[in-house]
C-alpha cells in the first residue's frame, strides 16, 4: 500500500507524524475562504430569521398530520395512544428531516425560504450528520407526552435549547448553531 504525497497545512507548520487528518472535521482556520466567503462550502450563513421561519414551516408540515394522529390513538388508547402518538410525531419529525437534508439538502421549509444544508465537507450531510443536527426534535416528542411532568419538564429544556441554538447562531459569524457544532460543522447557507 503507498502512502500518497501529504499536503502541507494551512498554516505553514509541519503536522507531527502521527496526526491523521480527519477529512469530515471542520477546520476555523478555513471558514474565511476567498472573495470574502465566510464558508468553507463558499456560500454566505444564512440569517437566523429565515432558519427559523423554515423550522416552522417543516414543523407544521410534519405536525399537522402528526397532532391529528395523536388525537386518534389518544381518544382510541388513552395514555399509551397519547405516548405512541409522541413517538410517531418525534420519529417522523427526525426521518423528515434526515431524509430530506441528506438526500437534497434541503427540507421543504428550507427550499421555501431559499437556504441549503452542507456538510463540513461542502457536500449535502451524510445521514449520520443530518441526525445529529436535528436530534434536538426528540425534545419536540417528548413535549406532546400525556405525563404532565415529563410534558412540563421536557418544555422547559426544549426553551432553552432553543435559545441556546439561536444564541449560537447569532453569534457565530458562520451562522452555526450548536447543532451545527454536534454535526461536525454542518452549514445552512442561502441557496
Known amino acids: 500500500m503507498s502512502q500518497g504525497k501529504k499536503k502541507p497545512r ?19 482556520r478555513a471558514a474565511y475562504g476567498a472573495d470574502a466567503s465566510y464558508l468553507p462550502s463558499g456560500h454566505e450563513p444564512a440569517e437566523l430569521a429565515p432558519r427559523a421561519i423554515a423550522r416552522v414551516i ?24 397519547g405516548f405512541l402518538g409522541a413517538l410517531i410525531y418525534g420519529i417522523t419529525l427526525i426521518a423528515y428531516s434526515v431524509i430530506l437534508e ?9 427550499r421555501l425560504m431559499r437556504l441549503r444544508v452542507y456538510g463540513p465537507t461542502g457536500e449535502f450531510p ?13 425534545l419536540q416528542s417528548l413535549v406532546m407526552m400525556p405525563f404532565l411532568a415529563v410534558s412540563f419538564l421536557a418544555a422547559l429544556v426544549t426553551l432553552a435549547a432553543v435559545a441556546s441554538i439561536a444564541l449560537s447562531i447569532a453569534r457565530s459569524p458562520r451562522g452555526q448553531g450548536r447543532h451545527d457544532d454536534i454535526a461536525d460543522g454542518t452549514q445552512v447557507v442561502r441557496a
Open 58 to 81: 417543516d414543523g407544521l408540515i410534519v405536525g399537522i398530520p402528526a397532532v391529528f394522529i395523536y388525537r386518534v390513538l389518544g381518544e382510541g388508547l388513552g395514555a399509551f395512544g
Open 10 to 28: 494551512r498554516d505553514g507548520r509541519q503536522s507531527p507524524a502521527n496526526e491523521r487528518h480527519n477529512p469530515r472535521a471542520f477546520d476555523p
Open 102 to 110: 441528506s438526500e437534497t439538502g434541503q427540507t421543504f421549509g428550507k
Open 126 to 138: 451524510t445521514r449520520n450528520e443530518a441526525f445529529r443536527r436535528n436530534s434536538f426534535y426528540i
